[in-house]
């Protein structure tokens, strides 16, 4: 699939071009799965798989490839990269010559291994909330990477990564699996942490009501992403 080719599995992006007008409308779309999550049991969740959690790593290198080529990662940019984790697209970013990495996650486990992982100095790594951190920086690029069903209110997400987005920077939604794969994978233990991804071209919408442009949609058996440019 081309990186800059709009495809998508079309789902319910009719249903939610009739009903798009705010963070509530979009909870009616039912893109949602479970009851609300608690902020808390999400780090306690990813706190207790942390030390496992690049042990049980399946990495696609030829998806992870494409994903970096259409969120048009190289090198001399100011990277933000959302729910981190333990860092697992850090050696991709540094092979490709980045400037900067800022690396946030909610969980202080994945954060604290990271840390040991990269020490370099130009990554820069935060344990905080990606919704509410503070937005003195701007960034070339932003990456949510296999990350992005974890955060409960996508609007409230989108929001405040836009604003942090520098213009002209890019904005990529990526998951290295299919989107039926990614549901079948949040139907046990992640079911109380995880929303449903919407359909890729449902989060294209979203993405241009936060004025980016967006040009990269891909919804196959392999990949997911979305990703747009400010």
């Avoid at 319910?12 to 799965?33: E, I, P």
């Avoid at 989108?158 to 949040?186: D, P, V, W």
């Amino acid at each position: 699939v081309s990186g800059h080719c709009r495809r998508a599995d079309t789902g319910d992006a009719k249903t939610f071009g009739k009903s798009v007008g705010g963070c509530q409308t979009l909870k009616n779309t039912k893109l949602w799965v479970g009851e609300t999550m608690d902020k808390d049991d999400v780090i306690a969740f990813f706190n207790r798989r942390a030390l496992s959690w690049d042990a049980r790593m399946v990495r696609d290198e030829l998806v992870i490839r494409k994903i970096l080529d259409n969120a048009e990662i190289w090198d001399g940019l100011d990277i933000l990269d959302v729910a981190c984790g333990t860092g697992v697209l850090i050696s991709d970013y540094l092979a490709r010559g980045v400037r900067h990495i800022t690396g946030i996650d909610i969980a202080p486990e994945m954060i604290r291994i990271a840390q040991e992982k990269f020490p370099q100095k130009q990554v820069e790594l935060i344990c905080g909330d990606a919704e509410t951190m503070p937005r003195k920086k701007r960034f070339d690029r932003i990456m949510v990477y296999n990350a992005f069903p974890h955060f409960e209110n996508p609007m409230v997400l989108l929001a405040a990564l836009t604003e942090q987005l520098r213009y002209g920077g890019r904005l990529s939604i990526a998951h290295g699996m299919s989107r039926e794969q990614l549901k079948q994978h949040h139907t046990g233990s992640a079911r109380a942490v995880s929303v449903d991804l919407p359909t890729a071209e449902i989060l294209a919408e979203m993405m241009e009501k936060f004025h980016l442009s967006v040009d990269v949609v891909i919804s196959d058996e392999r990949m997911y992403q979305v990703s747009g440019r400010k």
